[in-house]
């Protein structure tokens, strides 16, 4: 059965850094979507991505993100200058054409 | 704006026992909704959705969910609970207004089976 996949599963990095996220999803889908869980709250929605382009982003998702499909596979999520506070579990997403939106494994992302 | 409200923040049930998930959802127009379980260190796995149509929809594992319009509700069951049931589980919703169909997620409700 296929799935999305994320990598790294695990990630650290010096507050002021730039990271990438990369997702693979599932290979026939079209809309691709970002969601982060921090510790202990909600998933929350960062973004939603289609036919190359942002169709919507939340409050979260401010200049310091960015989204990018650079070919036919890996959808990516770049944050360009961390803070302690982006540190959290980032969840992956892609649907078809239907409802429902099949999740990746996810990335920890750990800020210090 | 829509939102999701999961009440309980844990669920204990016996083994062979029925179970119960609650979720009350909130929307402008009409809701899409959805469950979804997390095992440790998994990703979201979907269980089943609400779109249209009969109130009750069945989706994996056995589970099922009831969607009652006039308490703006989402339960999820399961007629005999497994201890391989236990894990958090989220709702989720979506409003069928909103153009880049994000989905608005409960805080997640842990259930806990014992054998």
């Known amino acids: 059965e296929p799935e999305v996949t994320q990598t790294p599963s695990h990630q650290v990095t010096q507050m002021g850094q730039e990271v990438i996220l990369r997702c693979v999803p599932i290979s026939n889908h079209l809309y691709f979507y970002w969601y982060r869980q921090i510790l202990g709250q909600k998933v929350e929605f960062l973004v939603s991505?289609?036919?190359?382009?942002?169709?919507?982003k939340s409050e979260i998702f401010d200049d310091q993100f960015s989204v990018e499909r650079p070919d036919g596979s890996n959808f990516t999520l770049k944050i360009r200058s961390t803070k302690l506070e982006d540190s959290a579990m980032y969840f992956c997403a892609s649907r078809r054409t239907g409802f429902e939106q099949y999740f990746g494994p996810g990335t920890r992302l750990t800020v210090t | 704006a829509q939102s999701v409200a999961q009440p309980e923040d844990q669920v204990n049930v016996a083994e062979g026992n029925p179970l119960t998930v609650k979720c009350t959802y909130s929307v402008s127009g009409n809701p899409y909704l959805f469950w979804y379980v997390q095992y440790p260190n998994r990703g979201l796995q979907f269980l089943l959705k609400?779109?249209?149509?009969?109130?009750l929809v069945k989706g994996s594992y056995g589970f099922e969910a009831e969607f009652n319009k006039s308490q703006t509700s989402f339960h999820l069951k399961k007629p005999s609970a497994l201890v391989s049931d236990s894990a958090l589980y989220f709702c989720?919703?979506?409003?069928?207004?909103?153009?880049?169909?994000?989905?608005?997620f409960g805080g997640g409700t842990r259930l806990m089976v014992k054998p």
């Open positions: 989720a919703v979506r409003d069928n207004q909103n153009a880049g169909n994000m989905l608005t």
């Open positions: 609400y779109i249209t149509g009969d109130n």
């Open positions: 991505f289609y036919n190359n382009e942002i169709s919507e």
